[in-house]
């Protein structure tokens, strides 16, 4: 099965500094890699995805880089404010295997003011 | 747009008790999945639900089962819970067809306490 790897697990960034989270996932069918954010007592809420067929989806302060032959992708994000502050969750699932996201392990994430 | 809304959002229960956790997924939405979420595993599969049928399953035990209707709600049961089913349990919906399929919306999560 799929398996997703995430790192780091833990980051600190000054407000206005840049944050970069990485994922590896090891199934070369998974085709849709989605990035959530998860805040205290809510559940994980998507903030951008891309599929397989794209390399690089922006939106605003966040971007995310998809390289399928080495089977990673990443997220940036760019300015950051203590909002950004989060646990934030990338995963990966194949279109075939139904909607059976398999996550990696969250990188908690601290933006200090 | 109403979201997808979990009840009960708490609850405690003692080992070898069964606990039944409800979702209601956002309107239009027909694909409904549930996952455990650990401090430990992380966020973990159990199972999804289209059309009233199980359409995947994720490696958990048979005390772990769901269930949907035909509206598309769906619960969750829990049999003779044990320690390490404390979790947050948290149901996910999706269009599950077209270009939306794939893309969960997650609710805020039932948080169950074995004791």
């Known amino acids: 099965g799929e398996n997703v790897e995430q790192h780091p697990s833990t980051l600190s960034v000054q407000e206005g500094d840049s944050a970069v989270i990485k994922c590896t996932y090891s199934?070369?069918?998974?085709?849709?890699f989605p990035w959530y954010k998860q805040e205290l007592g809510k559940g994980p809420q998507l903030i951008i995805d891309i599929r397989s067929n794209v390399g690089e989806k922006k939106d605003q302060r966040i971007a995310v880089t998809l390289n399928k032959t080495a089977k990673h992708f990443s997220l940036h994000i760019t300015e950051t404010q203590p909002e950004d502050s989060a646990v934030y969750f990338c995963?990966?699932?194949?279109?075939?295997?139904?909607?059976?996201?398999?996550f990696g392990g969250g990188t908690r994430v601290l933006v200090k003011p | 747009k109403a979201g997808v809304t979990q009840t009960p959002r708490y609850l405690i229960k003692t080992r070898g008790q069964q606990v039944t956790l409800s979702c209601s997924p956002i309107s239009g939405h027909r694909s409904v999945s549930w996952y455990q979420q650990t401090p430990g595993q992380g966020l973990q599969f159990l199972f999804e639900y289209f059309s009233e049928t199980q359409r995947n399953k994720g490696n958990f035990p048979g005390r772990f089962s769901g269930r949907q209707f035909s509206n598309s709600r769906s619960e969750m049961n829990v049999s003779t819970l044990e320690l390490g089913d404390s979790a947050l349990y948290l149901c996910?919906?999706?269009?599950?067809?077209?270009?939306?399929?794939?893309?969960?919306?997650f609710g805020a999560g039932s948080r169950l306490t074995v004791l």
């Open positions: 199934d070369s069918a998974s085709n849709y």
């Open positions: 995963a990966a699932l194949s279109w075939a295997a139904g909607n059976k996201l398999t």
């Open positions: 996910a919906s999706s269009l599950a067809t077209g270009a939306g399929a794939n893309v969960l919306t």
